[in-house]
């Protein structure tokens, strides 16, 4: 497993980070599923009450753990 870390900033400032382990048979190493990490992401951002869609304004940037 790899652990991805997806901040989501809205006008440079961080709102969230949301944590997502991937198996290895979904992506190479080092190599992030990006849309499926960002809706995730999405998803995540609403269940917390942080945003709700279209998610206009918000940046999504991906990191390896």
């Not at 790899?2 to 190479?28: K, M, Q, W």
């Not at 990490?37 to 940046?59: M, R």
């Amino acid at each position: 497993m790899d652990d991805y870390y997806v901040d989501c900033r809205r006008n440079g400032e961080l709102i969230a980070t949301f944590v997502f382990s991937v198996p290895h048979s979904i992506a190479a190493p080092g190599m992030a599923p990006v849309t499926e990490l960002i809706d995730q992401a999405k998803a995540g951002l609403t269940n917390f009450g942080h945003a709700k869609p279209p998610y206009d304004g918000i940046e999504f940037s991906i990191r390896q753990a």
